[in-house]
């Protein structure tokens, strides 16, 4: 008989039905057979009180195993943890994998931290003061040290009873890496590759001696590069001295990839794309520091438009098309921009790599602009019977996506090497500048041909 799943909602009510009714057996027995992560959702749904209620049923090891799902930067994370007894606190995040207790730590309140560290097991909390020391962006910061690593000189058959042994506390098990004596990285073999060996072969007979690792100082973007380059489930991590200290799973370059993604739709959009609040107060404080800024930026176009008001009034005609130049020419260079943020996400471009993008950048926006700039030329002659005039505008639509493509493309590689984020080279300020560049390009190629096509 085929088992169907209950509807999340009709679950939860039950759940919560029994949480209230004090049937902690029934809740127990539903509850610890959900996924994690579902697990960890039905929580987030509760009150307070009700909260307060599931503590006094779940031990803290049960609690955290879906606290490993919960993201570690959620705003009330404090408050959940503060709401609990501290020793069950310290308790929970003792039993989560180090790499997420880690993470939670780094949101918490400094004296928060100390006290609930100063509650744990001392060995744990000294492992999880090496994880806090470093940088949150680096391998190190988005390590675990929740693995197995065996020594080389273990036979196939010792190895899997001592992998049976540390199976429990291990992130993952599937890559087991091999050490020497000192710790020194020296090879890995797969859970596979163990299970079909013969029991007596010697482990350093069979594992893979070239291991591909990463260093606890490697950027994140560069070790989520190197998984997804070589499509592993993890990647060993070494310190200075070449000694393993961890492992990064993939799990963690999922959040990387996304946290790089909200990062880069942020400085497009030039707002926090993450920030969810529904209060319209601070969702205008978040917004108005681009916007103002922005607005000035645009009260230069502005001036620029009011210096060439003689040329307007002797020709009015030229108003007519200033937001289809400035707009086309906006949107080329956003798309320019988009292309380059990805580009530099993927890459470490040197120097003569970034000369050649520039290039063809450059020749991509000539492209661009020639094909435009005779469509509109061809549509301005017929509609307004003046071909004079619609190559002026067609020229100057040329020009400026020309220019707004090599800007689009331009700035965000020399904020990069300049040790910015590029994606901070939003598509707001990119269009706004494009909309300055393109005016000015607009109204000096309208000045060159103006007798020519008013007569």
Same mark, same amino acid.
């Not at 987030?44 to 879906?66: K, V």
């Given at each position: 008989?085929?088992?169907? &799943?209950?509807?999340?909602?009709?679950?939860?009510?039950?759940?919560?039905?029994?949480?209230? @009714?004090?049937?902690?057996?029934v809740?127990? @027995?539903?509850? +610890?057979?959900?996924?994690?992560?579902?697990?960890?959702?039905?929580?987030?749904?509760?009150?307070?009180? &009700?909260?307060? +209620?599931?503590?006094?049923?779940?031990? $803290?090891?049960?609690?955290?195993? =879906? =606290?490993?799902?919960? %993201?570690?930067? +959620?705003p009330?994370?404090?408050?959940?943890l503060?709401?609990?007894?501290?020793?069950?606190?310290?308790e929970?995040?003792n039993?989560?994998?180090?790499?997420?207790?880690?993470?939670i730590? %780094?949101?918490l309140?400094?004296e928060?931290?100390?006290?609930?560290?100063?509650?744990?097991?001392?060995?744990?909390?000294?492992q999880?003061?090496? /994880?806090?020391?470093?940088?949150?962006?680096?391998?190190? *910061?988005?390590?675990?040290?929740n693995?197995?690593? #065996?020594?080389?000189?273990?036979?196939?058959? &010792?190895?899997?009873?001592?992998?049976?042994?540390?199976?429990?506390?291990?992130?993952t098990?599937?890559?087991?890496? #091999?050490v020497?004596?000192?710790?020194?990285?020296?090879?890995?073999?797969?859970?596979?590759?163990?299970?079909?060996?013969?029991?007596?072969?010697?482990?350093?007979?069979?594992?893979?001696?070239?291991?591909?690792?990463?260093?606890?100082?490697?950027?994140?973007?560069?070790?989520?590069? @190197?998984?997804?380059?070589?499509? =592993?489930?993890?990647?060993?991590?070494?310190?200075d001295?070449?000694?393993?200290v961890?492992?990064?799973?993939?799990?963690d370059?999922?959040?990387v990839?996304?946290?790089?993604?909200?990062?880069?739709?942020?400085?497009?959009?030039?707002?926090?794309?993450?920030?969810?609040?529904?209060?319209?107060f601070?969702?205008?404080?978040?917004?108005?520091?681009?916007l103002i800024?922005?607005?000035?930026?645009?009260?230069?176009?502005?001036?620029?438009i009011?210096?060439?008001?003689?040329?307007?009034?002797?020709?009015?005609i030229?108003?007519?098309?200033?937001?289809?130049?400035?707009?086309?020419?906006?949107?080329?260079g956003t798309q320019?921009?988009?292309?380059?943020?990805?580009?530099?996400?993927?890459?470490?471009d040197?120097? $003569?790599?970034?000369?050649?993008?520039?290039?063809?950048?450059?020749?991509? *926006?000539?492209?661009?602009?020639?094909?435009?700039?005779?469509?509109?030329?061809?549509?301005?002659?017929?509609?307004?019977?003046?071909?004079?005039?619609?190559?002026?505008?067609?020229?100057?639509?040329?020009?400026?996506?020309?220019?707004?493509?090599?800007?689009?493309?331009?700035?965000?590689m020399?904020m990069?090497?300049?040790?910015f984020?590029?994606a901070v080279?939003?598509?707001?300020?990119?269009?706004?500048?494009?909309? /300055?560049?393109?005016?000015?390009?607009?109204?000096?190629?309208?000045q060159?041909?103006?007798?020519?096509?008013?007569?």
């Amino acid at each position: 008989m085929e088992n169907k &799943q209950e509807p999340t909602e009709i679950l939860n009510a039950k759940l919560v039905r029994a949480l209230v @009714k004090g049937e902690n057996k029934v809740f127990r @027995k539903t509850f +610890l057979n959900m996924h994690f992560y579902d697990q960890a959702q039905f929580y987030l749904s509760l009150t307070a009180e &009700q909260r307060h +209620l599931l503590y006094h049923i779940l031990d $803290p090891h049960e609690m955290g195993d =879906f =606290f490993d799902t919960i %993201e570690d930067d +959620l705003p009330e994370m404090a408050d959940l943890l503060a709401e609990m007894v501290p020793q069950y606190a310290a308790e929970l995040l003792n039993s989560m994998f180090d790499d997420n207790a880690a993470d939670i730590l %780094e949101h918490l309140p400094k004296e928060d931290v100390d006290h609930y560290l100063a509650l744990m097991d001392k060995a744990d909390a000294i492992q999880l003061r090496k /994880l806090l020391h470093y940088d949150t962006e680096t391998a190190g *910061g988005i390590m675990t040290t929740n693995f197995v690593s #065996l020594r080389a000189d273990l036979t196939v058959g &010792q190895a899997l009873a001592e992998l049976k042994r540390e199976a429990d506390e291990a992130e993952t098990i599937y890559y087991v890496y #091999l050490v020497d004596a000192d710790r020194y990285l020296v090879g890995v073999i797969t859970l596979r590759d163990l299970i079909i060996t013969d029991n007596h072969t010697k482990l350093a007979a069979v594992m893979t001696p070239n291991v591909i690792s990463a260093s606890v100082h490697d950027e994140q973007t560069d070790v989520a590069q @190197k998984i997804r380059d070589y499509d =592993f489930i993890a990647l060993p991590v070494v310190d200075d001295a070449q000694k393993l200290v961890g492992i990064i799973t993939v799990d963690d370059v999922i959040e990387v990839i996304d946290d790089e993604a909200q990062s880069d739709y942020s400085g497009l959009a030039g707002v926090d794309v993450d920030d969810v609040s529904e209060n319209p107060f601070r969702a205008a404080s978040k917004r108005l520091p681009w916007l103002i800024t922005l607005l000035f930026l645009g009260m230069s176009t502005a001036t620029l438009i009011n210096h060439y008001e003689s040329l307007l009034s002797e020709a009015s005609i030229l108003a007519v098309f200033i937001s289809l130049i400035t707009g086309t020419a906006g949107n080329a260079g956003t798309q320019s921009l988009a292309v380059a943020v990805r580009r530099l996400a993927l890459t470490n471009d040197d120097k $003569p790599r970034l000369l050649r993008l520039i290039g063809s950048e450059i020749l991509t *926006g000539l492209v661009t602009g020639l094909v435009t700039g005779l469509t509109i030329t061809l549509i301005v002659g017929i509609w307004k019977q003046n071909f004079i005039l619609g190559l002026t505008i067609g020229l100057a639509m040329t020009a400026a996506i020309t220019v707004a493509n090599l800007a689009g493309s331009l700035i965000p590689m020399l904020m990069d090497k300049l040790g910015f984020d590029p994606a901070v080279a939003s598509g707001p300020f990119i269009t706004t500048l494009s909309d /300055l560049t393109s005016v000015l390009i607009y109204f000096s190629i309208a000045q060159m041909f103006l007798h020519a096509f008013l007569n």
